[in-house]
């Protein structure tokens, strides 16, 4: 046999182990190869038809799975080298010229090398991928908190239509005692349709009551008042709930950390719903994770100042923001306002979720697991996440639609209380009638500026008649791609 000859058998066997084998006379251990390689392809393929895509990536976020796949792509990328090395000594290279031996030799090494670097790639992506769940997801609960009870199989969301999470955007500064929720968003997603609200409350909200019977409520009968500042400005705001409850310990018979509860159990009550967990989005985290998967295209409306002294500039356009400046045009509150700051955060989360395609999250994971990490404070229990992924991939295709409690609508300096909830209940209510959508075609908004329209808005929901606030998510985004 030529030095040709045996490096393309080496070659073949490694896509077909046993093909050297077969070739040199072993046939029993050739064909015991192709046999089991055979079958393990075979399995596989059973399992992918077999499985809802959905349920089998829900699978892959529970701790065994991902242990077994580490320890598994070590010892399939250690049995493929012996593989190689065995099929070239079978192939009796000894009998080349020594030419031919070194050349045989020194590629099939190489060749063995190779073939380990996928099964590498795969254990190490995999051990990220567990480490970062691990980190932001606790399997243990809080001190004082309850054991979490393991999700049943046949009904994981213990009989519950809906599921709440509570999405807020913080920041995390060294000048800044305390944490400052600044950006206030319920998700509210159907688990059966994967139809979703997500209800925006300003931060500015006064006067906000809490539920009757809790600590707070007993603290503030008549809502939450507190005496101005030195500087005049409020500390007694919806965004400074969590800060509050979190700074008076005694209030909750000394409980620490009562700030999360505290805000989940207000939110709630003031939307007439239950909220099930909550995730703190630290915003410059936030920042980050734009970064990690190449920023995102959004077509910016008018131009967006920002900076101390006003030295920073979002220009007017279409627009691919890095992660930095992608944060600016969601926060910036220089010649704006709260409200118009809040319809830029929802832009931003569109165009975040409209972008962040499979491709794109598989390509560069380690960026975006490493910028997650940094990202995400959470009460999510780790046992969910094998039920909530799945439903996730469902929101993905669903009808997202927003609220925003915001003037007119709500004067958020004597809010309507009733109306707030009355709101929330019609929004959720036309979401449960309301069919899965594909991807729908639509003109951009009519307050978007005069730059390119794009291709496709997905999950817009048309208005309906009435009086009826809710809209697609990226509805009056100037186009967000």
């Given at each position: 046999m030529s030095a040709g000859g045996v490096l393309g058998w080496l070659v073949l066997s490694a896509l077909a182990p046993g093909a050297a084998h077969l070739r040199a006379g072993w046939r029993k251990t050739g064909l015991a190869l192709i046999s089991c390689y055979a079958a393990g392809l075979l399995a596989l393929l059973a399992l992918w038809l077999a499985t809802d895509l959905g349920n089998l990536i829900g699978s892959l976020t529970e701790n065994s799975w991902l242990t077994t796949i580490v320890v598994g792509s070590g010892v399939l990328g250690l049995a493929w080298f012996v593989l190689i090395v065995h099929s070239f000594v079978v192939l009796r290279p000894g009998r080349l010229p020594q030419g031919g031996q070194i050349l045989t030799g020194t590629l099939a090494g190489l060749l063995a090398v190779l073939v380990v670097v996928p099964f590498g790639g795969l254990g190490q992506t995999v051990w990220t991928y567990q480490r970062t769940l691990n980190d932001i997801f606790k399997e243990t609960p809080a001190d004082g908190e309850p054991p979490v009870a393991e999700p049943k199989p046949e009904d994981p969301w213990a009989g519950r239509r809906r599921v709440n999470i509570l999405l807020l955007?913080?920041?995390?500064?060294?000048?800044?005692?305390?944490?400052?929720?600044?950006?206030?968003?319920?998700?509210?997603?159907?688990?059966?349709?994967?139809?979703?609200?997500?209800?925006?409350?300003?931060?500015?909200?006064?006067?906000?009551?809490?539920?009757p019977g809790t600590p707070m409520a007993e603290r503030f009968p008549n809502g939450f008042r507190l005496p101005t500042d030195p500087g005049g400005g409020r500390s007694?705001?919806?965004?400074?709930?969590?800060?509050?409850?979190?700074?008076?310990?005694?209030?909750?018979?000394?409980?620490?950390?009562?700030?999360?509860?505290?805000?989940?159990?207000?939110?709630?009550?003031?939307?007439?719903?239950?909220?099930?967990?909550?995730?703190?989005?630290?915003?410059?985290?936030f920042a980050r994770l734009i970064d990690a998967i190449g920023g995102i295209t959004i077509n910016v409306e008018t131009d967006v100042v920002f900076g101390k002294y006003n030295e920073g500039l979002v220009k007017a356009g279409t627009r691919k923001l890095k992660g930095a400046d992608a944060m600016w045009y969601a926060r910036s509150r220089t010649n704006s306002d709260d409200y118009t700051r809040m319809r830029r955060q929802r832009c931003v989360l569109g165009a975040l979720l409209d972008q962040a395609d499979p491709a794109t999250v598989l390509s560069r994971f380690n960026r975006i697991a490493l910028a997650t990490k940094e990202l995400i404070r959470t009460?999510?229990?780790?046992?969910?996440?094998?039920?909530?992924?799945?439903?996730?991939?469902?929101?993905?295709?669903?009808?997202?639609?927003?609220?925003?409690f915001v003037p007119p609508l709500i004067n958020t300096g004597y809010p309507d209380w009733d109306k707030i909830r009355t709101i929330a209940g019609k929004a959720l209510r036309d979401s449960a009638v309301t069919k899965p959508a594909v991807a729908a075609t639509a003109s951009a908004s009519p307050t978007a500026s005069s730059g390119p329209s794009p291709k496709k808005t997905p999950k817009k929901v048309a208005k309906q008649p009435g009086d009826n606030p809710a809209q697609g998510l990226t509805e009056g985004c100037g186009g967000a791609l």
């Open positions: 955007g913080g920041d995390a500064d060294d000048h800044r005692v305390g944490v400052r929720t600044d950006s206030m968003n319920l998700a509210s997603v159907d688990v059966t349709t994967g139809n979703t609200v997500l209800f925006s409350l300003p931060r500015n909200l006064e006067n906000v009551r809490f539920r007694d705001l919806l965004n400074s709930v969590w800060e509050y409850a979190d700074a008076h310990p005694e209030i909750f018979g000394g409980k620490q950390r009562q700030g999360p509860k505290v805000l989940m159990d207000t939110i709630g009550y003031t939307l007439g719903v239950k909220v099930d967990w909550y995730a703190l989005v630290n915003m410059w985290g009460d999510i229990p780790r046992p969910m996440l094998k039920h909530l992924v799945p439903l996730a991939l469902k929101v993905k295709n669903a009808e997202v639609t927003s609220v925003q």
